[in-house]
């Protein structure tokens, strides 16, 4: 496992944010501290992050995050060869300005893992997209703002999940409709049981046992039957043919298309009598 360097001060100039896209695998990093607060969202992969105020290490998958605050002695490694997340770091008087602002202040005592609400998720893609853009006077000038914005995002939330009452969230649950929204997001692709487990940062027991769990069928069925839907959708306009349908939700044989039609209970379109 590597050795990953760190920084105590990651903001210069005036700067009261940077968010930084951190792809390395299999790396640790020394107990250290930070001068800035510490955001991290993992993207692939699961972080473990070690918190002097906390009595067991955090495991942060994709979809959560964790809040380190200043001076707060910490270390984080990550194990799988591919690994990315994002690392933002915000001035503490920019944390202040936006906690008078919502007239809330951020818990410091005891560090969680917090889930990532869809504003910020939302900030975060537009980050990563900033982050090809051109390094000219404008280009940089974007960047500033966009960090700003990913950093007020991070402090919003991180405000908004410790008003939540404890026991109000029911992680797994939580955890089930982000990889349901995962799997209709991919369905045009041929998606591994192995591949969702690292888009989430767990084994591929877990994965299978927790899904069942919550709907109570299998990833399998539920992928295969929102391509019948997401197909039977299609099939409803006449300039898509079924061979079109098909490869749209990922299924390269109109006739075993037909099949999934037949055992998930959908009528057959007419368009599959032209095949």
Known sequence: MRHYPTAPTHLTGNRVADVRHVSVGEYRTEAHVHDEYMFLLPRT?????????????????????????????????????????????????????????AGQRLARAKIAIQTVPQPL???????????????????????????????????????????????????????????????????????????????????????????????GETIVDYQSRQRVRRAALLLQTRQVTVVAAAAAVGIDSPSYLAQLFRKYGEPLPRSFKKI
């Open 45 to 101: 992969g699961q972080l473990v992050v070690n918190i002097e105020s906390n009595v067991s290490p955090l495991r942060v998958a994709p979809m959560s995050f964790v809040m380190v605050p200043p001076q707060c002695m910490h270390d984080t490694h990550g194990y799988k060869s591919e690994q990315e997340h994002f690392a933002v770091y915000i001035a503490k008087d920019f944390v202040t300005h936006c906690e008078r602002k």
């Open 121 to 215: 998720l939302q900030v975060i893609r537009l980050a990563a997209d900033t982050r090809y853009r051109n390094n000219n006077e404008l280009g940089l000038y974007r960047k500033e703002l966009t960090d700003q914005m990913v950093a007020a995002s991070c402090i919003e939330a991180g405000l908004a999940s410790a008003a939540l009452p404890a026991g109000g969230i029911d992680a797994r649950r939580e955890l089930v409709s982000d990889i349901c929204s995962y799997l209709d997001a991919t369905l045009d692709q041929p998606i591994s049981l192995d591949r969702v487990a690292n888009e989430f940062g767990t084994s591929r027991r877990t994965l299978t046992r927790t899904f069942r769990d919550v709907t």
